[in-house]
């Protein structure tokens, strides 16, 4: 079985950029969660979806991220415009039911580096 | 204050130890997960438990939730063992700043 895919598994880019980062959870899965990771504050949750609906955005850090996911088997993270401090490794994951109680299985991660 | 604490932040073992790592949180959950995060980056979720005891091969997670606290153990330890283990409550996903092991053979 396939497992959750991201893309970009590297992106480079300057500052001031649009970067958008892909995610294609596992099929029947109805929770999709976006996640960060950073030396200094470790792994925080950005973002989670239920049934493609936005239910918790409070991780978001500004208005600078978005998040969308359009249907069941995809998902993007938008950050427009991008800064340094932005570079981290992105995390997607996906559960099977409607609640954060539930076991998540992760994607590979995208790492981000805005020069 | 992180509201998810772990420890000990460093670990190294040698190998055929038996390892504890452990995991308090100071506000309400449902449910607790333990992650394991390899050197190369990639995450895998252990265990998630609300209650109890969970077993998987080596590794015994427990969970009391009325005191706040879990442990994850380790049997048996191997070199394969060594990574990052990350303990986090559902109520919003909060991650303590994970554990490091390292196991020497």
């Known amino acids: 079985d396939a497992g959750v895919i991201q893309s970009p598994r590297h992106e480079v880019t300057e500052m001031g950029q649009e970067v958008t980062l892909r995610c294609k959870p596992i099929?029947?899965?109805?929770?999709l969660f976006w996640y960060r990771q950073t030396m200094m504050r470790g792994l925080e949750l950005l973002i989670y979806?239920?049934?493609?609906?936005?239910?918790?955005d409070s991780g978001m850090p500004e208005d600078r991220f978005s998040a969308k996911m359009p249907n069941a088997s995809f998902s993007t993270l938008k950050i427009q415009p991008s800064e340094p401090r932005d570079s981290a490794v992105y995390f997607c994951?996906?559960?099977?039911?409607?609640?954060?109680?539930?076991?998540?299985?992760f994607g590979d991660g995208t790492r981000l580096s805005i020069l | 204050k992180n509201e998810v604490e772990q420890s000990p932040q460093n670990l190294t073992a040698q190998e055929g130890e038996f390892i504890t790592i452990n995991c308090s949180y100071s506000?309400?959950?449902?449910?607790l997960h333990w992650l394991q995060q390899h050197p190369g980056g990639g995450i895998v979720s252990l265990f998630m438990?609300?209650?109890g005891k969970k077993k998987h091969g080596r590794l015994i997670a427990t969970i009391n939730i009325q005191e706040k606290h879990s442990s994850l153990h380790i049997t048996a330890s191997h070199p394969r063992d060594s990574a990052v283990y990350i303990c986090?409550?559902?109520?919003?996903?909060?991650f303590g700043a994970g554990t490091r092991l390292t196991v020497k053979p």
């Open positions: 506000v309400g959950i449902s449910a």
């Open positions: 979806f239920n049934n493609n609906v936005p239910i918790d």
């Open positions: 438990l609300s209650s």
């Open positions: 986090a409550g559902d109520n919003d996903m909060r």
């Open positions: 994951a996906s559960s099977l039911r409607q609640a954060r109680n539930q076991p998540q299985h």
């Open positions: 099929s029947g899965h109805n929770s």
